[in-house]
C-alpha cells in the first residue's frame, strides 16, 4: 500500500528563519510527487510537482527537492504569510492520489 | 476565472440520512476528484470522474457514490450516514488526468453527522 509520511508534524520559525520539511514516501511506481499549501478554512492550493530524483523546482522562498524514497520542501528565509499547512501528495502506477498528513507550519514576526 | 465552486459549504444531518454534495469545477476542466479530510487522517481519496466516467475509486465503502454529468459537474452521495463520517470533503478539478498534480480545490463542504 502507497504510504506518505510527513515530519515534523509541527514547526514554529521566526521569520527569516529557515528550515525544511520532510515527506518520505513508498510507492508502486511513482508517477509525480507534489506539495500543496493549505490555509484554515481553505482548500489546498497547488504548489509544485517532481517527476524524478534530482528534480528541483522553486517559487519565491520555497524549494522543492525529490530523491527516490523523500522529498524536502526548503522555506528560506520565511515571512509569517507562509504559515500554513504544507501537505505532499504521491500518485503512484493505479493514478491514486495519496496525500500525508501535513506539516504546520507558524512563522512568527 | 471563476474558480471551483461547491455547494452546500456547511450541513448538518443525523445518522441514517443522505446528503448530496455538488462541485462546479473551473470552466474547461474535465477531471473531477473528491476527497474527505479529517483531523485523524488527512485527506483521503474518494473517487475520480473523467468524462462522466468513474477513472478511479477510493478506499471507501458503497454508502459514497458520485457521478459527473455531461457539463463537468459533479455530484457525491452518501446514503445511510454515520457518525464518523463527519468531515470537510473536497473536490478538485483539473484539465485533463491531472498527471501534473496541479488539482484546483474548491473550499470544501462541511459535514457534520449528529
Known amino acids: 500500500e502507497d504510504q506518505v509520511t510527513q515530519s515534523p508534524e509541527a514547526l514554529r520559525l521566526q521569520e527569516g528563519e529557515s528550515s525544511s520539511l520532510n515527506c518520505s514516501y513508498t510507492?508502486?511506481?511513482?508517477?509525480?510527487l507534489f506539495w500543496y499549501r493549505q490555509d484554515p478554512g481553505k482548500g489546498p492550493e497547488f504548489l509544485f510537482t517532481?517527476?524524478?530524483a534530482g528534480e528541483e523546482k522553486e517559487k519565491e522562498r520555497l524549494k522543492a527537492t525529490l530523491t527516490k524514497k523523500e522529498s524536502f520542501l526548503h522555506i528560506t528565509a520565511p515571512k509569517p504569510e507562509d504559515s500554513a499547512t504544507y501537505l505532499c501528495?504521491?500518485?503512484?502506477?493505479?493514478?491514486?492520489?495519496?496525500f500525508g498528513a501535513g506539516t504546520t507550519v507558524t512563522v512568527r514576526a | 476565472k471563476a474558480g471551483v465552486t461547491q455547494t452546500p459549504r456547511y450541513l448538518i444531518k443525523t445518522r441514517g440520512q443522505q446528503v448530496t454534495l455538488s462541485c462546479s469545477p473551473i470552466s474547461g476542466h474535465r477531471s473531477v476528484s473528491w476527497y474527505q479530510q479529517t483531523p485523524g487522517q488527512g485527506l483521503q481519496f474518494l473517487f475520480e470522474?473523467?468524462?462522466?466516467?468513474?477513472?478511479n475509486k477510493g478506499n471507501f465503502p458503497g454508502r459514497f457514490s458520485g457521478r459527473q454529468f455531461s457539463n463537468s459537474r459533479s455530484e457525491m452521495n452518501v446514503s445511510t450516514l454515520e457518525l464518523g463520517d463527519s468531515a470537510l470533503y473536497l473536490c478538485?478539478?483539473?484539465?485533463?488526468?491531472?498527471?501534473?498534480?496541479?488539482?484546483?480545490f474548491g473550499e470544501g463542504s462541511r459535514l457534520t453527522v449528529l
Open positions: 501528495a504521491v500518485r503512484a502506477n493505479d493514478y491514486k492520489l495519496s
Open positions: 470522474y473523467f468524462s462522466e466516467t468513474q477513472r
Open positions: 478538485a478539478s483539473s484539465l485533463e488526468t491531472a498527471d501534473t498534480g496541479e488539482l484546483f
Open positions: 517532481l517527476y524524478s
Open positions: 510507492v508502486s511506481g511513482l508517477r509525480g
